[in-house]
């Protein structure tokens, strides 16, 4: 299984745009790199999932460069809310889907 | 949608006692379940993985005799926690994936038990 190796915090403000960069540097051919958000006492909150180049949806952007062996979540215009842990997970077919969660990005978002 | 609903949400009982957990996908067929367990400030550890119709497959170090799984059907799974202590009090998670494609697991909102 991919091991992925994510900064253990970042701080930013209200309104700026927030990337997180995810290392995995083994990850397989039919690995998806997938991006979960987790609040206090509460489940993870699947945000976007991607293959190769760039996935855009309403809550954020993943780009993923041509050998994959990274990944960066780009939020955009963070508010208050934003502030949790962000966990890159990367899985596919071969191991059964089944993941490794790292210890995850704790995002703080200050006003 | 991709709804996965986990019950109860808290659990609180005496040591000794058997606790069940249920972890069900609401809108979509589960072929796979994960079980994780997650202490204070770490991240979640994954327990065991579980396919429906099939003995679950658990990670190393964890009893299975302690932490018994059931995936009858394709929308229910359950972790039944056995003789439960002190120990065990922990934040348990479930998720649930659509085995069609490429789909990404969908997670409970997690059981908080405690043993006194």
């Known amino acids: 299984l991919a091991k992925t190796t994510q900064p253990i915090s970042m701080d930013s403000y209200e309104g700026q745009e927030v990337n997180i960069t995810c290392s995995h540097n083994n990850i397989a051919t039919n690995d998806y790199i997938t991006w979960y958000q987790q609040f206090p006492s509460q489940g993870p909150r699947f945000i976007i999932q991607?293959?190769?180049t760039k996935v855009t949806n309403e809550v954020a952007s993943l780009f993923i460069p041509a050998d994959r062996k990274s990944s960066t979540l780009s939020l955009p215009r963070v508010s208050l809310s934003d502030t949790a842990v962000y966990y890159c997970?990367?899985?596919?077919?071969?191991?059964?889907?089944?993941?490794?969660f790292g210890a995850g990005t704790r995002l703080f978002v200050k006003a | 949608g991709a709804v996965v609903s986990q019950h109860p949400s808290r659990v609180i009982c005496k040591s000794g006692t058997s606790v069940k957990i249920e972890c069900r996908s609401l809108d979509f067929q589960a072929t796979t379940m994960f079980w994780y367990r997650q202490f204070p400030k770490q991240s979640l550890m994954l327990m065991a993985t579980?396919?429906?119709?099939?003995?679950?497959?658990?990670e190393q170090g964890v009893e299975k005799d302690k932490f018994l799984i059931n995936h009858a059907s394709l929308t229910l799974s359950t972790l039944t926690v056995t003789s439960a202590h002190p120990e065990d009090s922990s934040f348990y998670i479930c998720?649930?994936?659509?085995?069609?494609?490429?789909?990404?697991?969908?997670f409970g909102d997690g059981t908080r038990l405690s043993i006194l």
């Open positions: 997970l990367v899985g596919g077919y071969t191991g059964g889907f089944k993941t490794i």
């Open positions: 579980s396919n429906e119709g099939s003995k679950a497959t658990y």
């Open positions: 998720s649930a994936r659509d085995g069609q494609g490429n789909q990404p697991q969908h």
């Open positions: 991607g293959y190769k």
